[in-house]
């Protein structure tokens, strides 16, 4: 597919372009190592590498058009014959117009909905795809864990992926024939305008929390990130949010769109009531504006309360009867790594957790306390290279809710272990000792599931999903979920050495 150069710029704040304004492009890239013929090459500043140190590569693999951002190109680049050369305003921008419309605006007819928040969205992701499946729809899912439509599951390098990627995607699907897209919307996709110009049908707030603040600075800025979403939504748009969470009352004020309200503890239009549990599910009734449902979730504790009613209000905005979005809460059976049940046949529980910030680890640990009849033994370290402050907040949370704390490596990145280990433990009361330092995470895991006995819960938390480990120099593979099984079948499941 190709189109002229003039289309694709429309709506782009031009501050110098060279001749040949009309050539024609045949794709679109930030990446000089995917440049081809006729190429649009992005020159797009990242965290690490500045895109004007690879523009001349894109032009030796056949890129002739550069759009780059301030600043001066060197003039051997310039005196290139045939390159047309282009300068914008706002790069950011730039980069998220010109993919949507070289993919000719598929958020106008694919109907997104844009989840954020800084816990819960994944969950929420599933929740929805699973009622629109059961209403009928095809739908196609862009998060944390993977991207998926159709026959098609690509894995995720970025929970909002770049806006080439990004419209590409959303592009794909129409082709598939997807009518709703699921979209996970990180506060960097939002701050970096990654999701500009897409038509969010529906907008969903789960919370806000201490976190990313190595990025964002501070709190402020972050929840300003995540408003974004809300204040770009159009009147005919819905904006559905949590108000038991006080930045999302905040939201109720910043948005044009229609609302639908959620929550356990204020009324709201949607809500959760006669809640029960026990350590396999929960049981409560939806009180929904036309109408009420009991349902019984595998889906533990009042976090995952939280998520249920987020994709129920989603559910009532598509007018989707409820007991479609009632079917589709109860054959969710579990989300990849949050609180995955890891069962062998174990007298005790196992579960592999996403908590990587102190509110998740709070959720989790509180939700499992009044399910657990023994003791609660939690395994867990912090990422490397992010928000520092959220360690000792972790560790004072774990010491508080959990019986037995061992603590490990999680994504070191280029820190030291050690060094975040003590970070952790600056949390711990100083009379807390119930806890053991085990750098290695395999040793660890194994510690956490031989110190079990019956009835108690291990949780490993941190890592959930993911399949790998982030040291210094290297990437070496890791699931949390692979681990706990070969331990627990390990010697007959229970004689640990």
């Not at 929420?124 to 098609?152: D, H, M």
């Not at 748009?237 to 939201?251: E, P, V």
């Not at 239009?269 to 036309?290: C, L, M, N, Q, W």
């Not at 194994?446 to 120099?473: M, P, R, S, W």
Request: glycine residues 8%; aromatic residues 10%.
């Amino acid at each position: 597919m190709t189109m002229k150069l003039k289309e694709i710029l429309k709506g782009v704040d031009i501050i110098y372009d060279s001749p040949f304004r009309d050539t024609d492009i045949a794709g679109i890239t930030n990446n000089s190592k995917q440049a081809k013929d006729k190429f649009l090459f992005v020159a797009i500043a990242g965290t690490k590498f500045d895109g004007r140190d690879f523009i001349e590569e894109a032009i030796n693999r056949g890129a002739r058009t550069i759009i780059y951002a301030s600043g001066h190109l060197d003039e051997h680049i310039l005196r290139k014959k045939g390159i047309t050369f282009i300068r914008a305003r706002d790069i950011y921008r730039s980069v998220a117009v010109i993919a949507d419309n070289f993919y000719h605006h598929p958020s106008s007819r694919v109907k997104v909905v844009g989840i954020t928040g800084t816990n819960g969205k994944t969950t929420t992701t599933y929740l929805i795809e699973n009622i629109l499946k059961k209403a009928g729809f095809k739908s196609g899912v862009i998060g944390t864990i993977n991207y998926r439509f159709g026959q098609r599951l690509i894995p995720a390098t970025n929970t909002t992926p770049g806006p080439i990627q990004l419209q590409e995607l959303l592009h794909n699907m129409e082709m598939e024939g997807v009518n709703y897209a699921v979209m996970e919307v990180s506060s960097h996709g939002l701050e970096q305008r990654r999701v500009e110009g897409i038509d969010f049908r529906v907008g969903v707030f789960t919370n806000v929390t201490m976190d990313h603040l190595d990025y964002h600075k501070t709190f402020e800025n972050y929840f300003h990130a995540k408003s974004m979403l809300f204040k770009g939504l159009s009147s005919s748009s819905w904006a559905i949010i949590n108000i038991d969470d006080s930045y999302g009352k905040q939201l109720l004020l910043h948005t044009e769109a229609k609302t639908i309200t959620y929550a356990i503890d204020n009324t709201a239009d949607v809500e959760a009531r006669d809640i029960s549990g026990e350590i396999d599910g929960s049981r409560f009734t939806v009180v929904a504006p036309y109408g009420r449902f009991e349902t019984n979730t595998p889906l533990i504790g009042r976090h995952n309360i939280y998520n249920i009613l987020a994709a129920v209000s989603y559910g009532v905005s598509q007018n989707i009867a409820l007991d479609l979005i009632r079917q589709g809460i109860e054959e969710l059976s579990f989300v990849p790594g949050r609180l995955e049940r890891i069962d062998v046949g174990q007298p005790f529980k196992v579960f592999v957790d996403y908590a990587h910030t102190d509110d998740a680890l709070k959720n989790v640990l509180l939700s499992l306390r009044p399910l657990c009849r023994g003791k609660i033994i939690v395994v867990f370290g912090c990422g490397g290279d992010r928000y520092r402050d959220k360690r000792p907040l972790m560790g004072k949370i774990a010491s508080d809710l959990a019986d037995y704390v061992v603590l490990t490596t999680d994504n070191p990145r280029s820190e030291e272990p050690e060094a975040i280990i003590k970070d952790i433990e600056e949390g711990f009361p100083k009379e807390f000792a119930n806890y053991r330092v085990i750098l290695d995470r395999y040793a660890a895991i194994k510690e956490a599931i031989c110190l079990a006995e019956d009835d108690d819960v291990v949780i490993i938390a941190g890592k959930g999903h993911e399949t790998y480990q982030i040291f210094k120099n290297t990437t070496m593979p890791f699931d949390d979920r692979i681990v706990a099984k070969e331990v627990l079948l390990e010697n007959d499941l229970l004689r640990c050495g």
